[in-house]
Structures are given as C-alpha cells and as structure tokens.
C-alpha cells in the first residue's frame, strides 16, 4: 500500500529521469525572492500556468532580474515539489525572449562566418610597429573617440589620427558602419584601423554583429582592431577582426606604441652607441700606439745594415765551403777510380764463364745419372706389378667366372644353377658356357 509521501516521491523520481530538459516560452508573473536567493515564479500563456523555482547557484549567472509581465525564454527540468504533491519547473537558466532571439541570431551567424574561415587564425594580420596614421570608426560625440585621443596623444603623439564618423547604435548604425569601413578601405590612407564604441545592451551592440559588417572588416586593406563594449562584450566584429580589445582604450593601447618607452629605449641605444664608440677609440689608439713601436723596432735603415752584414758573413763561408767542397770531390774521385779498377767487368765475366761450364758439365752427368737410377726402378716395380697382376694368374691356367645376366663374379659353384650362362676370362681370350650340372666339395650333384 503507497503513503502519499511515497507516491509523490515516486512520481518526482519519474519525472526528474523520465522528462529531458526543455525550452519553455511563456509570460512570467507572481514572481518572489524571499531571503534565501532563490526565484519562485510563474510562467503562463492564454491556456494555463506552471510553478518555477530558480534557486540561487543558476540565478546568480544571470545580467538581468525579471519582473512580473515580461516575456522570456526558459530552459528548465520537468519535477515535483513533493510536500504539497505539486509539479513544477526547475529552471536552469533564463533570458528576456528578445534577447534570447538576438543570441541564436548571434550564434548561428558566429558558426556560418567561422566555417567560411572569417576567424582563421592563419589569416589574422600583424599590427604595424609604428603607425604613421590611425584610423578610427566610431561616433564623434560619443565617451569611446574622446578615450581614444586621449590614449593616442598621451602615447604617440606623431601620429596622424582620421575620424570616419559613424552610428554606433540605432536603425542606422549598420548603413553608416558599413560606408565607414568602405570609405577608410578605399582611401586606404591609414596604417591600421580601429572600430569602437562603448559598452551597452545585447541590443545597442547589435550592429556590430551585422552580416556585412563583418565582411567588409575583412576585406579592409588594412589590420583592423576593436574595442566595442566592456571586456565580457563580444561581437562578430571581435571575431573577424585581427585583434580585439575589451575596451576603446585597450585598442587605443595596442595600437600605438609607447612613446615614453620609445624615448627610454632610443636613450639606452644611444649611450650603448657613445660606449661603444669610446672603446673602440680607446681600441684604436692602444692599436695605434703598438704599431708605432713595431715600426721603430723594424725600422728599414736598421734591417738592410743587418742585410749587408749578413751578406758579407755569407760570402765569407760560401769561398771557405767551396773550396772544401771541391777537395772533397777531388778525393772521391780518385777513390772511385781505384775501386773500378779492382772491380773491372771483364775480369769478373770470364770468371762467371767458367762457372758456367762448370754447372752445364754437372748438369749433364746428374741427369744421365738420374735417369738411369729412374730406368731401373721403373722396370723393378713392372716386374714387381707382373707378379702380382691377375693377368699372370690367367697365364698360369687360372681362369675368372661371371654371370652372363648380371654380370656379378662367381666365387663358389653354389652362386650358380644348371642351366645358367657363364662368360669365363682366360689368359688369352674367354668363352661362353652354360651350366650343365652343379657340384659341390665332395662332387655331388647339388
């Protein structure tokens, strides 16, 4: 049997894992916010009503606090309160409807720009260093253009600054955003181009998310820097441009360089360059002053009085050595003579002569020698291999018996049958018989 705490436990259990999240559209009324934090309302149309509770973690999120009789959009969970057997919405997050539509328009231009490429990184252009002339969309009485002469005057004062006044807000804003942008592409006199404004709703900001806004941000001959809004603002324009600040003066920042910091730097280089300077004087005369000793030490006077003496020193030995030298020579020579004397070729030939005839005599005799040695042992070993070859066993009457059909010896008389072909090898010649009868040792027929 159920109890009524059990029968509304059961039925939230099902509605909270049985019903998905859900978009509700509705008109809000009896709204409350007691001390806890949370939001309890109602949502209706012409037909019927629902209880809401929006607790205080998801409702803290939101920019806005609705009121009774406004239209909004609601994403919310199916459940039940269960003290009182009521159902009821959670909701998880809500927004006016108007604005709800601007978002999904935002969006799904955002998804439809970035899959054609409009936000690629790769095709972000680089901020000039030192912008000559900056150019800068925006309204001309408006809080953003004074903030951004401001920055530029206090940062880079050289710089040439073009105005392209425009509406930043309103049913002309788009038309005149976009005649801005083509007139500052087609002048294409500025180094970098800002687009600016102040902050605002989703709706004053809504111009800067136009369809051909963006386009023609793209197509600018020249990067392109935004500062629309407050830092948690962010617009098409952000996305397509090639940088993107959280305010005007953030842009204002980015784009002009710090001349104070300029100036440091240029000081900084300039005593790196005297320092420099001075030790590379300080370099040459230290160089200077060192080749001038060189050049004392080396003088030319000096070097060819050296060279003379030198040279008469070397002339002294050259007749001292050339004299030994030709002694010397002379001694060799005659020693030479003796020798080829004692070692003339003639003497020397008729003595290789006659060794000669010497060796040919010997060779002759050792030769005769060893072939008669040689003839008489071949003709022992013949008469050694006669008597033991088996031709000289047929001579004495012996006699080698084979099969005729296998060709295979016959040692016995048993390895035969009557009838059998035999071919018998003689001494000279052989015969061919045929097996009459068998015998064995004791002559019996076998």
Wanted: hydrophobic share 45%.
């Amino acid at each position: 049997m159920y109890s009524v705490g059990r029968l509304n436990r059961e039925v939230r259990q099902l509605l909270d894992h049985g019903m998905p999240l859900i978009w509700i559209e509705a008109e809000l009324s009896n709204f409350s916010r007691p001390a806890s934090g949370h939001w309890y309302f109602s949502l209706k149309d012409r037909d019927a009503q629902v209880r809401c509770a929006m607790f205080k973690t998801r409702n803290s999120l939101l920019r806005f606090t609705p009121g009774d009789g406004q239209l909004v959009l609601a994403r919310a969970r199916v459940s039940l309160y269960e003290p009182r057997g009521e159902y009821q919405l959670i909701v998880e997050h809500l927004e006016d409807s108007g604005i709800g539509a601007l978002r999904r328009e935002f969006d799904r231009l955002r998804a439809k720009l970035e899959a054609e490429g409009l936000f690629a990184p790769q095709s972000k252009r680089p901020l000039p260093a030192v912008p000559a002339c900056i150019g800068v969309v925006t309204s001309p009485t408006g809080a953003a253009i004074r903030d951004i002469l401001n920055v530029l005057g206090r940062r880079f004062p050289a710089a040439r600054v073009v105005i392209y006044p425009t509406a930043v807000q309103g049913k002309a804003a788009v038309p005149e955003l976009r005649a801005a942008i083509a007139r500052a592409s087609a002048r294409a006199e500025c180094d970098v181009l800002i687009v600016a404004r102040g902050g605002g709703s989703l709706e004053d900001l809504w111009a800067f998310n136009d369809e051909d806004v963006a386009r023609a941000l793209r197509a600018t001959p020249m990067p392109v820097v935004t500062g629309i809004g407050h830092e948690i603002d962010f617009t098409i324009a952000d996305f397509v441009a090639d940088l993107r600040a959280p305010t005007p003066s953030g842009a204002a920042e980015l784009v002009a360089p710090d001349s104070a910091a300029w100036r440091a730097s240029l000081a900084k280089l300039a005593g790196r360059f005297t320092q420099s300077v001075r030790l590379q004087l300080r370099r040459d005369r230290d160089a200077l002053a060192h080749l001038a000793h060189r050049l004392q030490r080396t003088h030319p006077g000096l070097r060819l009085q050296q060279g003379a003496q030198r040279l008469d020193e070397l002339e002294q030995r050259l007749g001292g050595e050339w004299r030994v030298a030709i002694s010397n020579a002379r001694a060799r020579v005659q020693a030479l003579a003796s020798r080829l004397a004692q070692h003339t070729p003639t003497l020397r030939l008729e003595r290789l002569a006659r060794r000669n005839a010497l060796l040919q005599a010997r060779l002759e005799r050792g030769g005769t020698q060893l072939l008669e040695s040689r003839t008489a042992r071949l003709a022992l070993a013949s008469r050694a291999l006669h008597a033991v070859s088996p031709l000289a066993t047929l001579e004495r009457g012996f006699a080698i018996v084979t099969r005729v059909d296998d060709d295979s010896l016959v040692r016995a008389a048993a390895d035969t049958r009557a009838g059998d072909e035999i071919r018998t090898r003689l001494g000279r010649g052989a015969l061919r018989a045929r097996v009459l009868d068998v015998f064995d040792d004791d002559g019996e027929v076998v």
